[in-house]
């Protein structure tokens, strides 16, 4: 097969559809080209050829060798250079890249051919020795840290005593004679740390890199950053081999990266950053602080260096044309790395910009609008989970804070925590629950897993493109960058500034809006739910046919729900009005009580109660359906379990603690989770779903009267099996209802069903239709029991299950589709068979995860429910699983 592709120079071998075989950055270099847009020529080793290098023992077939020769040979044409070619050396770089963005994950040789015969005719044909040996020395340092993996701490070191031992601080202050002496010494460092000579042999270098890209896919970071991500292993990376631009060929020379529009806001606005005389990776990089590209950023940031607008402005208005073009081709906004050599500018990478869920809203909404996408286009680009950023409380602006430092605004949202170090305490820290702010001179790639633990980062150094400013802003997780005023030290653990300390532990509040850094907490306020948000889910409830309604027990949730757009309440637990202080002891009355009598009595005293629980619940949604559960767990929980309670629990229910004592032993169960609870709680003690039913309906009419809109409770009786319970437990609530309708003489609406949450009642749905008016798929238990795994005990080996791919995600946050989902499907269609209109939805975990949710689309649901914050996740989701 073909494993070499080619592009530059009038020809692209493949093009933007081509992601999977030539990775992203890969296909879009071959697009950027056919487009005519300036790219140095190259070409694209498959990611195939990644695979096959893995499957034959990391060893490359002879017959890519002579595919490469021609793609060398392609880029020497275009150049009218040649590789290793003493008077007019082709210098390329070697860049991995996979099917999607891995930012910084993957590694990349840049001036790759230079060796001690080509730095001379690099010298010479450029009349710049210094640029020469500038790029030697990057190029060996680079090949050592990558290919060679050898110590970088000793290169760098030796180049700060270089400066040091001339009293310069810059690089760029290194001249030509001092970089040659750099490049022996560097050449020396190799042969101590290798045991061998710096290869000289630009083929040797060439595959000595290439076959670093294809390791650098199986590297502890990549591996990280893929199973934080969802990307299987087995795609592979594909290497891209492209003629080198210089930006550091002096000072009409550059290097940037750019983004279409403001990544962080959505902005319709240039963004980026750049540097004079400067190598592609020094701006990621953050080892100088980059230049603003506009005139308009520099201005609002108050910065001096002039802007490349007021810098460059002839290539900065073709930088500007090359925007407009890759915005109109792509539809997207992009994320861009370019070159000026000289004057003449050269595209680098383009992709779509990753982006806060806020730009995310801003730009699909315009673009929309701006008809350069269509209203279902917008809706399917916003990535529902990522919502959840925006969904969650910002800083109150008229809390006080203690402001210690400020930033760059590098990823939105407010976040309070811990102040820790390094990326292992993050970790461990998160993991017992602690919220962390993890702070970092700068941040690379060996951070990720403490960024991802953290609830924000802090970082002294780098800009707004630096790697914890783009990995944050991939994560949702709030970021300050570039606080250059605080000084951090790792090894003591403080943050120094302005006299102050912060120390390991001490509370840290970050706001990656506005870049300030305070110490201590900060209140916080509700988001604000209208503008792009407003509009973009207008569009999204415009095409979905799901309902979404909210799993709520008090009257806030449900009008938090409400407010997010949730369309009833689809899962209602009355349990959790029982542990309320006052009333938990007439509840352990009604446990304690010896007979029926004995429990009447109790429950006489919660039904008030309870009534006034679901008439302010019926109050806030008004109108809608409201689905309640009667009580579902084991009764034993709701009495004590230390020994030191008892006294004090006997005491107030009135009873002995002997007594009490005794019938906890005697509510002791071996397996609470398939226990005496649910239904069968209701066939032994009818008298408590009595008193659920006859509250809810003398609430709901208690608010038809006062309000003049009835509620529409659907009373759920949980943990069905068999027809005949639910038969038996529908007598007691239309006994209830009749009663409660006589006494007041007026009559409401009202629907009895179920919850199917037990492989039987999947299996016999059929026949429970024949008396549940609605089902209402509780799918947490409904995994638990398919699965036969218990939800509170699997985390010791779930782990394991989905790095072993035994199950694709975890089956308590993401449905398990192929079984639980097969029950589903079964007990739909048997449902359905009997009772045509029979009403059927979803409440649990996953009722809020986009991709059960487009599983609920397919098997023709009527409603998912989710908690109030995740109800607007779950609209969009509903939407995308429409369009
Ligand atoms: P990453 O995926 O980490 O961004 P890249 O392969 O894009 O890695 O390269 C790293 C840096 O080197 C980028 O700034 C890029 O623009 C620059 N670079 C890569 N290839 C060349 C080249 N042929 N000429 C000049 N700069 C290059
Ligand atoms: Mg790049
Ligand atoms: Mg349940």
Known sequence: GQYVYRFGGGVSDGGKGDKNLLGGKGANLAEMASIGLPVPPGFTISTAMCTRYYDEGEQFPESVRAEVANGIAHIEEVTGKRFGDPTSPLLVSVRSGARVSMPGMMDTVLNLGLNDATVEGLAKGSGDERFAWDSYRRFIQ??????????????????????EDRGYTLDTELAADDLKALVDEYKGLVRQEWGKDFPQDVHDQLWGAVGAVFGSWQSERAKVYRRLNDIPGTWGT???VQAMVFGNMGDTSATGVAFTRDPSTGENAYYGEFLI??????VVAGIRTPQ???????EAAGA??????????????????????????Y???????????????????TRSGKRTAKAALKIAVEMANDGLITREEAVARVDPAALDQLLHPALDPDAPRDVIAKGLPASPGAASGKAVFDADTAEKMAAAGEEVILVR????????????AAKGILTARGGMTSHAAVVARGMGRPCVSGAGSVAISAKDKVIRVAGREVREGDILTIDGSTGEVMAGAVATVQPELAGDFGTLMEWADGVRRLKVRANAETPHDCQVARDFGAEGVGLCRTEHMFFDAARITSVRQMILAEDEKGRRTALDKLLPEQRADFAGIFEVMAGLPVTIRLLDPPLHEFLPHEENEFAEVAAAAGVDAEVLKRRAAELHEFNPMLGHRGVRLGVTYPEIYEMQARAIFEAAIDVAEKSGEAPIPEVMIPLVATKRELDLMKAVVDRAAQAVFGERGREIEYLVGTMIELPRAALKAGEIAESGEFFSFGTNDLTQTTLGVSRDDAARFLGAYVEQGIYAKDPFVSLDVEGVGELVELAVERGRKTRPDIKLG?????????????FCEKVGLNYVSASPYRVPIARLAAAQAAL
């Open 331 to 349: 539809r997207d906004m992009q994320d861009i790395e370019f070159t000026v050599e000289q004057t003449k500018l050269w595209m680098l990478q």
């Open 238 to 240: 594909a290497v891209n």
């Open 304 to 329: 001096k260096p002039a802007s490349m607008e007021e810098a460059m402005p002839e290539v900065y208005g073709q930088l500007a044309d090359v925007f407009q073009t890759l915005e109109r081709h």
């Open 292 to 298: 603003y590209l506009t005139r308009a950023a520099r």
């Open 142 to 163: 680079m090949y050592a840290d990558v290919v060679l993996e050898l110590d970088h701490g000793a290169f760098e070191e030796a180049l700060e005593i270089a400066k």
């Open 441 to 452: 001179t700068e941040t690379s790639p060996e951070d990720i897993h403490g960024m991802h």
């Open 277 to 282: 005389n400067a190598q592609g990776e020094d």
């Open 842 to 854: 979803i409440c649990g975990e996953h009722g809020g995860d986009p991709a059960s949710i487009a």
